[in-house]
């Protein structure tokens, strides 16, 4: 991300850079246009679709909780208008986080350009990951995840859900669905685009496929234990920018990286390739959402593995990286040492060194027979080094 110059002079309506200044005062106008249709009876219907979570299931209440009916929600092709509200809202929230916290701590470090892109990127990714988070904690204690881990797999499918569950998933899609336009609302570089649509498009595959897989109970913990670590990493980036003396936090991000892989792939295989095997019910089934059948659980499997092994492939990349910068860094200091003296030593060492080449300069003047040496035709014998003859 370029850093925006601003100008005296207002661009013309409409035009790229009006475009650039003002896209969250646009989208903003936009969200708006759907609130004020759930004000008006005619576009009501048309704007719910848009604000509020669609396919609403209503449970008779059980013998266990008699005193409340359950709202469960399952997934339908309106949640695409859902999506879409949410994702303005981002887009809203993105500007905000940038503008009245990112822009003013810029103005006080003095970033260079490539640091003020980084430090941009870490600032808004680490506000959602700590975000995500708290939510997806939240839904894991309320809904018993931790004290029961078989909830994984056990009654699968899992097609309704609660409603924090699905408003998280949407939240999901809509946030990473809002960082395409943001390329372009940010002035991305061409260089970091290809990096950037694998990364988001990463992301959008695994929620996409954990929610219309009907595995959401999966989904939701690796997305927790994920975050976890990439808040981590970029809060660590964060100090690092301000200090580039601290280096602790990527120890530590780095040790978690490892263990979440593993965490990771031990969670898949228990639930995809042990629960779900030994379910009863193995049959295809596109009205119950049942997808528990060989070939699916293959392909769960094999896109989580591979996943996990890029990310370590780039992870060891990137230690490697650190780790020659660090040597690089460290080897012209190492070799200036031995040329510094100091002390009387260092000036007795000098002083044997030039009387030893005064004594050889000597020796070839005086087998020469040059005058320097105080010859005049006597015997070789006879002469003396004058400095140091007798008085």
């Known amino acids: 991300m370029a850093i925006r110059k601003k100008s005296s002079k207002s661009p013309p309506v409409l035009s790229h850079e009006f475009i650039l200044q003002n896209h969250a005062d646009i989208v903003s106008c936009v969200a708006m246009v759907f609130l004020l249709g759930l004000m008006f009876e005619i576009t009501a219907k048309a704007s719910i679709i848009f604000v509020t979570l669609q396919y609403n299931v209503t449970l008779p209440a059980t013998e266990e909780q008699a005193t409340e009916s359950a709202s469960l929600y399952y997934y339908g092709i309106k949640d695409l208008a859902t999506v879409f509200f949410y ?16 822009d003013k701590i810029n103005r006080r470090m003095h970033f260079s350009k490539t640091k003020h892109s980084k430090f941009n990127e870490s600032g808004q990714l680490s506000a959602f990951y700590l975000f ?9 204690i309320s809904e018993n995840y931790i004290s029961d881990p078989t909830i994984l797999w056990r009654a699968y499918p899992h097609n309704l859900m609660t409603f924090q569950m699905k408003f998280f ?19 991305t570089k061409k260089e970091d685009i290809p990096r950037q649509l694998v ?19 999966l989904g939701l913990v690796l997305l927790v234990l994920h975050y976890f670590v990439e808040f981590l990493f970029h809060i660590s980036r964060l100090f690092y920018f301000s200090d580039e003396k601290y280096q602790k936090g990527f120890s530590l991000w780095a040790v978690l990286f490892v263990l979440g892989r ?18 009863e019910n193995q049959k295809l089934d596109f009205s119950t959402g049942n997808f528990n059948v060989l070939a699916v659980r293959i392909a769960v499997l094999a896109s989580i593995c591979i996943t996990q092994a890029f990310m370590m492939w780039k992870f060891i990349n990137f230690q490697l990286r650190r780790w020659r910068e660090h040597s ?7 070799k200036k040492k031995p040329t510094v003296t100091k002390g009387r030593s260092s000036r007795k060492g000098t002083g044997s060194y030039m009387l030893y080449h005064m004594l050889i300069l000597h020796s070839f003047l005086w087998q020469n027979n040059s005058p320097l040496c105080g010859y005049t035709g006597a015997p070789r014998r006879h002469c003396r080094i004058r400095s140091r003859s007798p008085q």
Do not use: D
């Open 87 to 102: 994702m303005l809202v981002a887009i809203i929230i993105h500007a905000i986080i940038q503008e009245y916290v990112l």
């Open 328 to 334: 690089a860094f460290q080897a012209p200091a190492v």
């Open 199 to 217: 990364y988001i498009g990463l992301y959008l595959f695994h929620i996409a496929g954990a929610y219309l897989l009907n595995l959401n109970h």
């Open 169 to 187: 998933y949407v939240s999901q899609l809509a946030y990473w669905f809002h960082a395409f336009p943001e390329l372009y609302f940010q002035k």
């Open 262 to 279: 593993l965490l990771t792939l031990i969670l898949s295989v228990l639930t995809v390739g042990f629960g779900l095997a030994r379910a």
């Open 132 to 140: 995500s988070c708290i939510w997806g904690t939240f839904i894991l």
